[in-house]
């Protein structure tokens, strides 16, 4: 039941770099996987990164490329995802989640508590 806010999307130049956080309840990040999604309109809802309750991180590469980074502040219980590099092809919103440690951290039916998501919008 972590209720989830994501904030620090905007829109930004090809090339910028953006910040997203997402805020959750206390000591949220020690008891789950945290992980960042996306959704372009039209597409299916893609993993980006998700993070687990030990720190180790993992990303999908063909989202990513190189160019993100998540990390953590335990004791604010915050998960962020600096974007560098940012195109077009990362134009969406973007979402935080949370799935019980163990699952598949790359799959969405793993995370069983959502943000709303914030607007992250890429100009050529």
């Known amino acids: 039941q972590a209720q989830l806010v994501e904030s620090g999307g905007g829109s930004v130049q090809t090339g910028d770099s953006l910040t997203l956080s997402c805020a959750a309840p206390?000591?949220?990040?020690?008891?789950?996987?945290m992980g960042w999604f996306r959704q372009a309109p039209g597409k299916e809802r893609e993993f980006v990164a998700a993070?687990?309750?030990?720190?180790?991180?993992?990303y999908n590469e063909e989202a990513v490329k190189g160019r993100f980074a998540i990390s953590r502040d335990t004791a604010k219980s915050i998960v962020y995802l600096r974007m560098n590099s940012l195109t077009p092809e990362d134009t969406a919103v973007y979402l935080c989640?949370?799935?019980?440690?163990?699952?598949?951290?790359?799959?969405?039916?793993?995370?069983?508590?959502w943000g709303q998501g914030t607007q992250v919008t890429v100009s050529s």
């Open positions: 989640a949370a799935a019980q440690p163990g699952s598949p951290s790359r799959d969405r039916t793993s995370y069983a508590n």
């Open positions: 206390a000591r949220t990040v020690l008891w789950y996987t």
């Open positions: 993070i687990s309750r030990i720190g180790s991180s993992t």
